[in-house]
Protein backbone atom coordinates (compact mmCIF):
# COMPACT_ATOMS: atom_id res chain seq x y z
CA UNK A 1 0.00 0.00 0.00
CA UNK A 2 1.01 3.70 -0.58
CA UNK A 3 1.15 6.49 1.22
CA UNK A 4 1.91 10.01 0.43
CA UNK A 5 2.65 13.39 2.22
CA UNK A 6 2.78 16.63 0.50
CA UNK A 7 4.42 18.73 3.03
CA UNK A 8 3.19 22.31 2.07
CA UNK A 9 -0.66 22.55 2.09
CA UNK A 10 -0.02 26.44 0.49
CA UNK A 11 3.22 27.67 -0.94
CA UNK A 12 3.11 31.48 -2.27
CA UNK A 13 5.86 32.65 -4.25
CA UNK A 14 6.29 35.90 -6.78
CA UNK A 15 6.42 35.60 -10.14
CA UNK A 16 9.17 34.89 -11.64
CA UNK A 17 10.86 33.31 -8.99
CA UNK A 18 11.80 29.75 -8.62
CA UNK A 19 9.31 27.10 -6.74
CA UNK A 20 9.92 23.72 -5.34
CA UNK A 21 6.49 21.58 -3.59
CA UNK A 22 7.44 18.79 -1.84
CA UNK A 23 6.38 15.28 -1.64
CA UNK A 24 7.43 11.91 0.23
CA UNK A 25 5.95 8.76 -0.41
CA UNK A 26 6.07 5.52 1.76
CA UNK A 27 6.14 2.16 0.03
CA UNK A 28 7.40 -1.12 -0.01
CA UNK A 29 7.64 -1.62 -3.26
CA UNK A 30 8.44 -0.11 -6.05
CA UNK A 31 6.25 2.89 -7.37
CA UNK A 32 5.68 4.80 -10.48
CA UNK A 33 5.17 8.56 -9.47
CA UNK A 34 2.55 11.09 -10.70
CA UNK A 35 2.26 15.00 -10.41
CA UNK A 36 -1.34 16.13 -11.47
CA UNK A 37 -2.34 19.80 -11.34
CA UNK A 38 -6.23 21.05 -10.75
CA UNK A 39 -6.54 24.59 -12.41
CA UNK A 40 -9.45 26.77 -10.42
CA UNK A 41 -12.76 25.06 -11.34
CA UNK A 42 -11.31 22.17 -13.27
CA UNK A 43 -10.97 18.77 -12.80
CA UNK A 44 -7.02 17.57 -12.67
CA UNK A 45 -4.66 16.97 -15.16
CA UNK A 46 -1.56 14.88 -15.94
CA UNK A 47 1.53 17.21 -15.10
CA UNK A 48 4.40 14.52 -15.37
CA UNK A 49 5.39 10.84 -14.41
CA UNK A 50 8.60 9.18 -13.30
CA UNK A 51 8.23 5.55 -14.76
CA UNK A 52 11.95 4.11 -14.39
CA UNK A 53 15.22 5.26 -15.58
CA UNK A 54 16.38 8.83 -15.54
CA UNK A 55 15.58 10.35 -11.99
CA UNK A 56 14.86 13.90 -13.51
CA UNK A 57 11.46 13.82 -15.22
CA UNK A 58 10.09 17.02 -17.09
CA UNK A 59 6.59 17.44 -17.88
CA UNK A 60 4.27 20.45 -19.37
CA UNK A 61 4.38 24.19 -18.47
CA UNK A 62 8.23 24.26 -18.04
CA UNK A 63 7.82 21.47 -14.44
CA UNK A 64 10.05 19.30 -13.91
CA UNK A 65 10.44 16.56 -10.92
CA UNK A 66 13.09 14.49 -9.10
CA UNK A 67 12.55 10.99 -8.08
CA UNK A 68 15.10 10.33 -4.78
CA UNK A 69 14.71 6.51 -4.02
CA UNK A 70 16.91 6.98 -0.61
CA UNK A 71 14.69 9.75 0.24
CA UNK A 72 11.82 8.68 -0.67
CA UNK A 73 10.83 11.82 -2.63
CA UNK A 74 9.66 13.34 -5.87
CA UNK A 75 9.60 16.76 -5.60
CA UNK A 76 8.21 19.25 -7.86
CA UNK A 77 9.92 22.04 -9.60
CA UNK A 78 10.35 25.08 -11.74
CA UNK A 79 12.88 27.65 -12.04
CA UNK A 80 10.64 30.41 -13.12
CA UNK A 81 6.63 30.89 -12.54
CA UNK A 82 4.07 32.57 -13.84
CA UNK A 83 0.56 33.91 -12.30
CA UNK A 84 -0.67 31.15 -15.23
CA UNK A 85 0.83 28.14 -12.44
CA UNK A 86 -1.80 29.38 -9.64
CA UNK A 87 -3.70 25.87 -9.41
CA UNK A 88 -3.70 23.15 -6.47
CA UNK A 89 -0.96 20.46 -6.98
CA UNK A 90 -1.15 16.62 -6.61
CA UNK A 91 1.77 14.24 -5.68
CA UNK A 92 0.45 10.97 -6.41
CA UNK A 93 2.14 7.83 -5.79
CA UNK A 94 1.12 4.30 -7.49
CA UNK A 95 2.22 0.69 -7.19
CA UNK A 96 1.00 -0.13 -10.64
CA UNK A 97 -1.67 -2.57 -12.02
CA UNK A 98 -4.64 -2.76 -9.88
CA UNK A 99 -3.16 -0.78 -6.89
CA UNK A 100 -4.77 2.65 -8.36
CA UNK A 101 -3.35 5.59 -7.45
CA UNK A 102 -2.95 7.39 -3.64
CA UNK A 103 -3.69 11.21 -3.83
CA UNK A 104 -2.06 13.42 -1.56
CA UNK A 105 -3.62 16.31 -0.12
CA UNK A 106 -2.85 19.12 -2.50
CA UNK A 107 -0.76 21.97 -2.06
CA UNK A 108 -2.16 25.41 -3.44
CA UNK A 109 0.52 27.15 -5.46
CA UNK A 110 0.06 31.16 -4.98
CA UNK A 111 1.46 33.49 -7.26
CA UNK A 112 2.01 37.18 -6.56
CA UNK A 113 2.79 39.40 -8.86
CA UNK B 1 -12.04 12.32 -28.40
CA UNK B 2 -14.20 14.38 -25.97
CA UNK B 3 -12.33 12.78 -23.11
CA UNK B 4 -14.22 12.40 -18.99
CA UNK B 5 -17.40 13.89 -18.93
CA UNK B 6 -19.58 14.53 -16.05
CA UNK B 7 -22.84 16.12 -16.08
CA UNK B 8 -24.40 18.30 -14.25
CA UNK B 9 -21.49 20.59 -13.27
CA UNK B 10 -23.68 22.10 -10.50
CA UNK B 11 -26.57 20.81 -8.29
CA UNK B 12 -28.36 22.03 -5.15
CA UNK B 13 -30.46 19.09 -3.46
CA UNK B 14 -32.41 19.00 -0.57
CA UNK B 15 -31.76 16.75 2.59
CA UNK B 16 -33.36 13.57 1.56
CA UNK B 17 -33.62 14.05 -2.27
CA UNK B 18 -31.64 11.51 -4.28
CA UNK B 19 -30.15 11.87 -7.70
CA UNK B 20 -27.37 10.63 -10.11
CA UNK B 21 -24.31 11.97 -11.45
CA UNK B 22 -23.72 10.98 -14.83
CA UNK B 23 -20.57 10.14 -16.26
CA UNK B 24 -19.06 8.88 -19.77
CA UNK B 25 -16.17 8.17 -21.32
CA UNK B 26 -14.95 7.92 -25.38
CA UNK B 27 -11.55 6.52 -24.49
CA UNK B 28 -13.22 2.66 -24.00
CA UNK B 29 -10.63 2.57 -20.71
CA UNK B 30 -12.06 -0.20 -18.72
CA UNK B 31 -11.09 1.10 -14.89
CA UNK B 32 -13.35 4.16 -13.86
CA UNK B 33 -13.50 5.94 -10.56
CA UNK B 34 -15.36 8.35 -8.19
CA UNK B 35 -13.76 10.41 -5.92
CA UNK B 36 -15.11 13.69 -4.13
CA UNK B 37 -12.93 16.75 -3.26
CA UNK B 38 -13.74 18.66 -0.50
CA UNK B 39 -11.19 21.64 0.88
CA UNK B 40 -7.64 20.72 2.60
CA UNK B 41 -8.46 16.81 2.33
CA UNK B 42 -7.23 16.10 -1.37
CA UNK B 43 -9.83 12.98 -3.52
CA UNK B 44 -11.09 10.10 -1.48
CA UNK B 45 -11.81 7.53 -3.69
CA UNK B 46 -15.68 6.74 -3.10
CA UNK B 47 -16.25 3.53 -5.80
CA UNK B 48 -14.23 2.26 -8.61
CA UNK B 49 -15.20 -0.04 -11.48
CA UNK B 50 -12.72 -2.28 -13.78
CA UNK B 51 -15.28 -3.38 -16.16
CA UNK B 52 -18.56 -3.44 -17.07
CA UNK B 53 -20.29 -5.10 -14.66
CA UNK B 54 -17.71 -5.01 -12.03
CA UNK B 55 -17.79 -2.65 -9.13
CA UNK B 56 -15.97 -2.05 -6.03
CA UNK B 57 -15.66 -0.05 -2.58
CA UNK B 58 -13.43 2.41 -2.26
CA UNK B 59 -12.47 4.81 0.99
CA UNK B 60 -16.04 6.71 1.37
CA UNK B 61 -18.96 4.40 -0.05
CA UNK B 62 -21.43 4.74 2.15
CA UNK B 63 -24.29 6.40 1.15
CA UNK B 64 -23.52 5.94 -2.61
CA UNK B 65 -24.13 3.35 -5.45
CA UNK B 66 -22.31 2.94 -8.92
CA UNK B 67 -23.49 0.58 -11.38
CA UNK B 68 -21.75 -0.09 -14.50
CA UNK B 69 -23.78 -1.35 -17.01
CA UNK B 70 -21.25 -0.50 -20.11
CA UNK B 71 -17.72 0.38 -20.81
CA UNK B 72 -18.85 4.04 -21.32
CA UNK B 73 -20.89 4.75 -18.11
CA UNK B 74 -20.66 5.13 -14.51
CA UNK B 75 -23.12 6.62 -13.09
CA UNK B 76 -23.13 7.45 -9.25
CA UNK B 77 -26.25 7.47 -7.38
CA UNK B 78 -27.18 9.54 -4.00
CA UNK B 79 -30.16 7.68 -2.23
CA UNK B 80 -30.52 10.22 0.45
CA UNK B 81 -28.64 13.23 0.37
CA UNK B 82 -27.21 14.40 3.44
CA UNK B 83 -25.16 17.81 4.13
CA UNK B 84 -21.93 15.91 5.03
CA UNK B 85 -22.12 15.31 1.06
CA UNK B 86 -21.96 18.23 0.36
CA UNK B 87 -18.43 18.30 -2.53
CA UNK B 88 -17.08 18.61 -5.58
CA UNK B 89 -17.34 15.02 -7.13
CA UNK B 90 -14.64 13.43 -9.98
CA UNK B 91 -15.05 11.10 -12.06
CA UNK B 92 -11.64 9.30 -13.68
CA UNK B 93 -10.75 6.78 -15.86
CA UNK B 94 -7.52 5.08 -16.73
CA UNK B 95 -5.41 3.66 -19.62
CA UNK B 96 -2.36 1.51 -18.41
CA UNK B 97 1.12 2.01 -20.23
CA UNK B 98 3.65 -0.48 -21.67
CA UNK B 99 5.66 -0.23 -18.41
CA UNK B 100 1.81 -1.10 -16.65
CA UNK B 101 1.50 2.29 -14.89
CA UNK B 102 -1.90 3.30 -14.65
CA UNK B 103 -2.58 7.28 -15.97
CA UNK B 104 -5.80 8.29 -14.87
CA UNK B 105 -8.00 11.41 -16.90
CA UNK B 106 -10.48 13.22 -14.84
CA UNK B 107 -14.14 14.72 -15.73
CA UNK B 108 -14.40 18.40 -14.73
CA UNK B 109 -16.23 17.62 -11.60
CA UNK B 110 -19.47 18.35 -10.22
CA UNK B 111 -20.39 20.42 -7.59
CA UNK B 112 -22.84 19.38 -5.45
CA UNK B 113 -24.75 21.33 -2.39
CA UNK B 114 -26.79 19.71 -0.20
CA UNK B 115 -28.76 22.06 2.01
Redesign the interface.
Known amino acids: AQSVTQLDSQVPVFEEAPVELRCNYSSSVSVYLFWYVQYPNQGLQLLLKYLSGSTLVKGINGFEAEFNKSQTSFHLRKPSVHISDTAEYFCAPSGGGADGLTFGKGTHLIIQP | NAG?TQTPKFRILKIGQSMTLQCTQDMNHN?M?W?RQDP????K?IY?S?GAGITDKGEVPNGYNVSRSTTEDFPLRLELAAPSQTSVY?C?SSY??S???????????TRLLVL
Do not use: D, K, N, R
Request: proline share 4%.
Open positions: VYYYGMGLLYVFAFGAGEETQYFGPG
